[in-house]
C-alpha cells in the first residue's frame, strides 16, 4: 500500500477517527465523570456526550489527547504524522 492508497482508504473524518481509536490515540470508549458509557457525535465541533439524564455531560473529542488544541483535520493529522512511515501502522 502506498501513500496515495492510504489517503483513498482514510476518506473522512470518521475513518481517520477511528484510525486514531485502534491505535490508542483517542479515547475508545469514554466514560463519563460518573462512569456512563459515553457516546461519539460527528458535526462542527466533534463531542463525546453522556446521554445519561444525571449528567448530560458534553466533552470535546480531542480533550486530554494529543489532538487537543490541534485545528487540522483528523485526516491531514493522520496524512501528516504517517507520511511515508505509514505502513509500520498499518
Known sequence: M??????????DKT??????????????P???VLGHHMKLYFGAQDRWRCNCRECRIDIPARK???????HM?????????IGTKFSEFL
Open 2 to 11: 502506498n501513500f496515495l492508497e492510504l489517503s483513498s482508504a482514510i476518506p
Open 15 to 28: 475513518a481517520a477517527f477511528q484510525f486514531f481509536q485502534q491505535h490508542g490515540i483517542v479515547h475508545n
Open 30 to 32: 469514554r466514560n463519563c
Open 64 to 70: 486530554n489527547t494529543w489532538l487537543e488544541g490541534s
Open 73 to 81: 483535520s483528523y485526516r491531514d493529522i493522520l496524512l501528516l504524522v
